[in-house]
């Protein structure tokens, strides 16, 4: 049986929802609460990429993205760093190890729209999404990037 999983951008009809995702208590400390995200997704707009993950109809969680952050936006002197990759990945308690995570991740990777508008064709193809695996035993689902090679 086919499951219909999608990601939604944050709107009025669905906040609450996005607000209502929440993880396990022992796992609070691994991941902001989803009202900080949606906090920062507003400072960061030109950056951040907030959507809830929804399976048959339900909120299941929530993830955000980031594209093109300069790593080095403190260091004056420094080159820029332009990263993208996975900020934040929330599964519901109720919702956890049934793939949802995993969807989530690949998701990201196949439908953020890369905001490589300064980039020449040369840059795209050296920093396209490279998937990285799950990080086994970990219970974390982490880093997804562009990473420079
Ligand atoms: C980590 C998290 C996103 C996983 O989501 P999920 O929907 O439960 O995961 P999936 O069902 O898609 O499983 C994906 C893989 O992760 C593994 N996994 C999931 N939770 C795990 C855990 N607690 N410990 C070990 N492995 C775990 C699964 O076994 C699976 O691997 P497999 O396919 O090789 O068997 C979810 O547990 C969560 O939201 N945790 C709290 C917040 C967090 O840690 N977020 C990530 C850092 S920001």
Known sequence: ???????????????????????????????????????????????????????????????????????????ATSEPDLRSGLWRLSIAAAHQRRGHGRYAVAAVAAEAPPPWHSSSHDDLARRRWQPRALLPGAGLLTHWGNERR
């Open 1 to 75: 049986m086919t499951v219909e999983r999608s990601l939604e951008e944050i709107t009025p009809e669905n906040i609450g929802d996005a607000l209502g995702i929440e993880v396990r208590d022992d796992q609070r400390r691994a991941v902001a609460p989803v009202a900080k995200s949606l906090a920062e997704a507003y400072a960061f707009r030109e950056r951040a990429w907030p959507r809830v993950i929804r399976c048959e109809g339900r909120a299941v969680g929530f993830l955000m993205a980031f594209f093109d952050f300069d790593f080095n936006h403190a260091l």
